[in-house]
């Protein structure tokens, strides 16, 4: 049981505050009850995962009259399900070499709650410190390969990449008014259901990064409506003379659509057209269940 856990490593935290720099975060997501609305609204739960660690670690440290702040490693984070329960993904018989085992075909739908993810992880880096993809080539990786063959992207590389390359620098606080939904999440472990009923999960999940060095502001934008295209409008104050220097958006009209050594392009990242810049202002409209990125020159 999560929370039992949480309790437990506030306790131990209690004895061991002054040796412990980091405290060790894992979450994988999952769609078993084929549920989408669920699904993408899984990681507004690894952001509460996030900051009930952060808060038990601060009450030990104010308990304590202590500065020190414990920062968080999510070493272990990634979409994972398809392959986790069968035992015949995990192991093979016999000593092969490099056995085919935990090869997850992900899909346009595992890619936008892998961007979620992303996004959680970009708006807690006041405390997150290190966030290690797991894993990164076949093993339930972006990245796939064929024996003696050729390798390609999977459908979750895009939003890592996109991370990777724009998400550097400083990120910002954003205050987000979108319309809601309901949704419940699903998590079984071993023998038991869990379930998360979520009452409000905004349609738009959004983080900002500022990467002065490089006089960029990053946009990363993911529209969980499944069915209805957003109007986004971002106020960047402080930023003014912004120019739009690109847009790219990662969606498929098959949420199951998947690249595969036949189709490796299935699904892949298309310029985003619709972006309007004046000022601090920029307007853009998102696709149905889709992945944006915007990049604006910040003057």
């Not at 993809?133 to 979750?156: D, K, S």
């Not at 957003?230 to 690249?259: I, Y």
Request: aromatic share 8%.
């Amino acid at each position: 049981d999560l929370s039992l856990d949480i309790r437990e490593g506030g306790a131990v935290l209690e004895h061991t505050f002054d040796h412990v720099d980091y405290i060790s975060l894992h979450t994988y997501l999952n769609n078993y009850a084929g549920d989408s609305e669920g699904f993408l609204a899984s990681p507004d739960l690894m952001d509460a995962f996030i900051e009930e660690v952060v808060a038990i670690a601060d009450a030990v440290a104010a308990r304590r009259r202590s500065r020190k702040r414990i920062m968080l490693s999510f070493d272990e984070w990634n979409v994972w399900y398809r392959t986790r329960r069968r035992s015949a993904d995990r192991v093979k018989p016999g000593w092969p070499v490099a056995p085919r085992i935990l090869e997850e075909v992900y899909t346009m739908e595992d890619a936008l709650a892998f961007g979620g993810a992303v996004i959680s992880l970009l708006n807690h880096a006041d405390r997150v410190k290190a966030a290690c993809l797991a894993q990164l080539v076949n093993a339930i990786a972006p990245i796939m390969t064929e024996p003696g063959g050729p390798a390609w992207r999977q459908t979750i590389f895009h939003p890592f990449s996109d991370m990777s390359n724009f998400g550097r620098g400083r990120v910002l606080q954003v205050r987000v008014d979108s319309p809601t939904y309901s949704a419940t999440y699903y998590d079984p472990r071993g023998s038991d259901d869990h379930r998360y009923p979520l009452a409000a999960v905004p349609y738009l999940k959004t983080a900002v990064v500022h990467d002065a060095q490089g006089g960029h502001l990053t946009i990363f934008a993911l529209n969980r409506h499944l069915g209805e295209s957003m109007p986004l409008e971002l106020v960047a104050r402080g930023f003014q003379g912004l120019r739009l220097e690109g847009g790219t958006q990662l969606r498929h009209v098959d949420l199951h659509a998947a690249n595969t050594l036949e189709q490796q392009d299935r699904v892949r990242p298309a310029a985003l057209h619709v972006v309007d810049v004046a000022g601090d202002r920029v307007k853009a409209e998102l696709a149905p269940a889709s992945w944006n990125v915007i990049r604006l020159r910040a003057g």
